[in-house]
Structure formats: C-alpha cells, structure tokens
C-alpha cells in the first residue's frame, strides 16, 4: 500500500526559508499529479499548490505566489516545497498528497487521494 | 476565487439521526465538487467525488448531492465513527478552495 512521509518542518523566524520533503513508497508517485495542501492550528484546510508528473506544469494559490515553489524528483520519489519569504500566517500543518484523476462523461474529475501525515511549520519569532 | 460556504459550522446530533451538511459555490461549478472527512488528529479523506459518487470502501450511509451552486452531504444515520470534521472541495478551477468545514459531534 502507498505511503507518503514529510519532513522538513520545524520553527522559523518570519522572512525564514524551509524546505519540505515528501518521499513516496509502494506506489510509483511519477505517475501522479502531486500537491501540498496544509491545515493552520485549529483551522480549515487549505490547497497550496498542485505539480505535473513531469515537473513542467505547476499551480498555486495567490497567497504564496512568488514565495513558495513546488517542484519534484522522480528519480527520487521525492516532492518539494521551497518556502521562502516566510509569515506567521503560513503557520500550518503541510500535507502532501497523491492526485487523481477520474474522466467521467468526458470531463476530469480531480480528488485528493493518498495523504502524508503531514509536517508542522511555524513561523514566529 | 471560488467560495465554498458550508453550514452549518457544527453540529450535535443523536446516533442513528439523518445529518445534513449543505455547501454553497460562490457561482457554478458543475458537479466539480468533492466531500472529506477528516477525523480528529487524523488526514482528510475521500468521501465523495463528483458531487454524488461515493468513494470505494465508504459505507452507504454518506451520500452527496447537488450541482451547479448548492450542494449536500448527507448521513443516513449518525454512527460514533461520523465523528469528525466535513469538507466540501471546489475543483472546478484554479485555485482548488475548500469550505470551511463542518464538525459533527454525537449528542
């Protein structure tokens, strides 16, 4: 059965950088679209960012445009989130997650499907 | 932005009572809409994608319904495990929004 493990979190200072990790066991994540979605304390979820198989095609929300970029190594089973620029806001719990796709009457249904257990970032000083 | 507006925010219900949760689009989204359940201290979970088709493994007692704007979650009858906290999820397009959540206690 598939797995996805983060790491990565931790306390930084507000303007900080982190850099989260996600590596995939059990199932060929290369095959999949890949995404980070994270949870602030006691809060909603929230979808960050989404990535191609290939690398090539990426989206993510306007709160982080500019500050974090979501990238991958398939090679290495691997995803990323570069955090730069860090806000107290961005305090969360960053999930990764599988994606996948379901083409029904013709149109592309998307679900979030295998999740990480996620890792805590907070920024504070 | 699409917005996902879910009520109510909480509820308490009896086991076995029928629960309903709506979620509401801030305009159309077909049917791109997905339902999560994520229990306490636990992941999201995939309850229902196209607005009414049910996940392989999830109990028959969640069913979903609606498109366009408006749209249900319902449980046919409450069970201790339906504690947790519901999601509905826009993925019409970019960016993907989710509502903000509906927690469902036992009375």
């Known amino acids: 059965e598939g797995q996805l493990v983060e790491s990565g979190g931790g306390l930084v200072q507000p303007g900080g950088s982190l850099r989260l990790s996600c590596v995939a066991s059990g199932f060929t994540s290369s095959n999949y679209w890949m995404s980070w979605v994270r949870q602030a304390p006691g809060k909603g979820l929230e979808w960050v960012a989404n990535i191609r198989q290939d690398g090539n095609e990426k989206y993510d929300v306007d709160s982080v445009k500019g500050r974090f970029t979501i990238s991958r190594d398939n090679a290495k089973n691997s995803l990323y989130l570069q955090m730069n620029s860090l806000r107290a806001e961005d305090t969360a719990v960053y999930y990764c997650?599988?994606?996948?796709?379901?083409?029904?009457?013709?149109?592309?249904?998307?679900?979030?499907?295998?999740w990480g257990r996620g890792t805590l970032v907070t920024v504070s000083s | 932005d699409i917005q996902m507006t879910q009520s109510p925010s909480s509820l308490s219900a009896s086991i076995g009572d029928r629960v309903t949760i709506t979620c509401r689009a801030s305009?159309?989204?077909?049917?791109?809409l997905a339902w999560y359940q994520q229990k306490p201290g636990g992941v999201p979970n995939l309850l229902i994608y196209a607005a009414s088709t049910l996940q392989s493994g999830v109990p028959s007692r969640f069913s979903g319904s609606g498109s366009g704007t408006d749209f249900t979650l319902t449980i046919s009858s409450l069970q201790p495990e339906d504690v947790a906290t519901y999601y509905c999820?826009?993925?019409?397009?970019?960016?993907?929004?989710f509502g903000q959540g509906t927690k469902v206690e036992i009375k």
């Open positions: 997650a599988s994606l996948k796709k379901r083409v029904m009457f013709g149109r592309d249904h998307w679900n979030f499907d295998l």
């Open positions: 305009q159309g989204i077909f049917d791109y």
């Open positions: 999820q826009n993925y019409d397009s970019d960016p993907w929004t």
